[in-house]
């Protein structure tokens, strides 16, 4: 067990403490696409004690351009069960809860109950904004990111520590109003990037280290090589989610492409 | 002057709607913040730029 995680003993913002928290702690990661390829290999590999990951689609031809959790042999297989397979190749001392469906208002509230942190690896914005929503009802802290052609974003949100996602944005932009990853093109190590940095905020919350990207959005571009981090300290006390009580996840099922 | 994501520029007066649709904004794929506080989308349209206000402007991209 030491040898394992010899590197993160010597990481004063982690240590012995801190990798006993990681192996006590729960993360689920909702998508095994590109993002959470990334996020649950690193995820994995730090010795987070248990990860959950969901998805409902079956690992193609033209996902391993990127989603490197899933290889050749995985064609045709639920991505959540290949995700599973290859976490715990890299890691055999982990528990993995593989969830081969869709995360839905019928059962998210009680997905993420036994989670500590949740990470969006999802495509869609109406899916972002389901796990935002149901993580701000629940008090559960999360983090979003985004990623399409060579940029991102990554934004985390904790209860009572900076703005949600619908707080930011207001309605969830539709289909037709944003690029897609496939027909607008995504660079895999893009998607890499920015699934990584979700794992790293993953880790940061649940030893307690270091400053997240709450109240922040982190945008990268690969092609320009440049970044920002934009601030937005306060949340929207009008918000519908965060700001206000009796917001209702069924009642937005459209709004989340159900 | 008016601050946008850091940069001063003599925007005063100006609508806000005008300097998005210059930078080729989505409004639906924005957050906005002047002063620290999240601007509504609601108040887009009849927000101008006052001297002095400190604006942040971010969009977001799905895909995952």
Known sequence: MEERFARHYVLKEIGEEGQKKLLSSKVLLVGAGGLGSAAALYLAAAGVGTLGIADPDEVELANLQRQIIHDTERLGKNKALSAKESILKLNPEIHVNAYPFRLTTENISKMIEEYDFILDCVDSFGSKFLINDACVLARKPFCHAGVVRFSGQVMTYAPGRGPCLRCMLGNVPQKGEYPLCKTAGVLGAAVGVIGCLQAAEAIKYLVGAGELLTGRVFRIDLLSMRSSTASFEKADPDCPVCGKEGFSLKEHREEYGE | ?64
């Open chain 2, 1 to 64: 002057m008016v601050k946008i994501n850091g940069e001063l520029l003599p925007l005063e007066g100006k609508k806000l709607t005008d300097y998005l649709k210059e930078h080729h904004f989505s409004v639906s794929l924005i957050a906005v913040e002047v002063n620290g506080s999240i601007l509504p989308k609601s108040s887009y349209d009849d927000f101008r730029f006052s001297e002095g206000d400190v604006v942040e402007i971010v969009s977001f991209v799905g895909g995952g």
